[in-house]
């Protein structure tokens, strides 16, 4: 099993910026789509961002579409997502997550695997 471990969460102001960070037990080359879930108590996991490696395609969620920026770096092992211009309704706890092959259902929580164990965030109007 792939063990994801995500870094970065913290409490901001509304318009701050802040990136989270996924890192990878396994070579994240490997691990074409690679990317980020996020859940507000009691919601379901809503689809933020994803990566393909090898390729770099990208897929963003509407409601971040234009303020985050997800990256990868395969040297590393790792997956950054840049948020700017922070709303209040991005306070939710951001998941990273992986799997070995991708899946054109990307933005259902089922398409992945390995889930890291989340990271808080929070942002105050």
């Given at each position: ?11 901001v ?23 980020w ?10 689809f ?11 897929y ?28 209040p309704?991005d306070?939710?706890v ?7 092959v991708g ?12 889930w ?7 942002v105050?109007?």
């Amino acid at each position: 099993q792939v063990q994801l471990a995500e870094s970065g969460g913290g409490s901001v102001q509304e318009g701050d910026s802040l990136t989270l960070s996924c890192a990878a037990s396994a070579q994240t080359q490997k691990l074409f789509p690679m990317g980020w879930f996020r859940q507000v108590p009691g919601k379901e996991h809503e689809f933020v961002a994803l990566i393909i490696r090898r390729d770099g395609t990208t897929y963003y969620g509407d409601s971040v579409k234009g303020r985050f920026t997800i990256s990868g770096d395969n040297a590393q092992n790792t997956v950054s997502l840049r948020m700017d211009n922070l709303k209040p309704e991005d306070t939710a706890v951001y998941f990273c997550v992986a799997d070995w092959v991708g899946r054109d259902n990307y933005y259902k929580p089922l398409s992945y695997q390995f889930w890291g164990r989340g990271t808080q965030v929070t942002v105050s109007s």
